[in-house]
């Protein structure tokens, strides 16, 4: 998870006096020491954290038909937020991208001719490494809304050539407050 952060780095010099037959000083000894300052705006609720989204058993006819199946929702709770500090959050999902559809996740298993697709809570579509829409950050609990279906390549699709199995992928998400 990535959050915004102001960075403080400073370089301290320090002179080593050392003492010997007569005293020197010994100048050009540097040391760096650095870290990280954090505004952390929310807290993100670890119970969702690792959570599985279900598509459940999709009817290779259904994907045929309609090209998809039925959007699954999953959420992503922010805690404790203080908009003061930052007004919106913008979420970046990460994951492998289909070959043929692009921005879709990539799916494994066996499973051909498919791939999943990620919406925001107005029904956008979400494509992979790219950041949602600004969504407005409320003092306290923010419950961000989204979901994933699963939908046939369109050269599966017209050669009807999907492959049935099981099937899984994994997405990883970036939190990026402005």
């Given at each position: 998870m990535k959050m915004v952060y102001l960075a403080t780095l400073f370089n301290l010099t320090i002179f080593f006096y050392t003492s010997a037959s007569a005293q020197t000083l010994a100048a050009g000894e540097t040391i760096m020491i650095q870290g990280e300052l954090m505004a952390r705006p929310c807290n993100i609720d670890p119970e969702p954290l690792f959570q599985t989204v279900d598509l459940k058993t999709v009817?290779?006819?259904?994907l045929?038909?309609?090209?998809?199946?039925?959007?699954?929702?999953?959420?992503?709770?922010?805690?404790?937020?203080?908009?003061?500090?930052?007004?919106?959050?913008?979420?970046?999902?990460?994951?492998?991208?289909?070959?043929?559809?692009?921005?879709?996740?990539?799916?494994?298993?066996?499973?051909?001719?498919?791939?999943?697709?990620?919406?925001?809570?107005?029904?956008?579509?979400?494509?992979?490494?790219q950041p949602t829409a600004g969504t407005a950050l409320v003092n306290g609990?923010?419950?961000?809304?989204?979901?994933?279906?699963?939908?046939?390549?369109p050269s599966a699709i017209k050669d009807r050539k999907i492959v049935?199995?099981?099937?899984d992928a994994t997405v990883s998400f970036l939190i990026n407050y402005r």
């Open positions: 009817n290779t006819k259904t045929y038909r309609y090209g998809h199946s039925t959007a699954v929702p999953f959420f992503i709770t922010l805690k404790n937020c203080n908009p003061i500090l930052y007004k919106t959050a913008n979420i970046t999902f990460m994951g492998e991208e289909d070959r043929e559809l692009t921005g879709k996740l990539a799916v494994n298993n066996g499973t051909k001719g498919v791939a999943i697709v990620l919406f925001d809570s107005s029904g956008q579509e979400v494509s992979l490494n609990n923010n419950k961000l809304e989204f979901s994933a279906y699963l939908q046939g390549r049935e199995g099981p099937f």
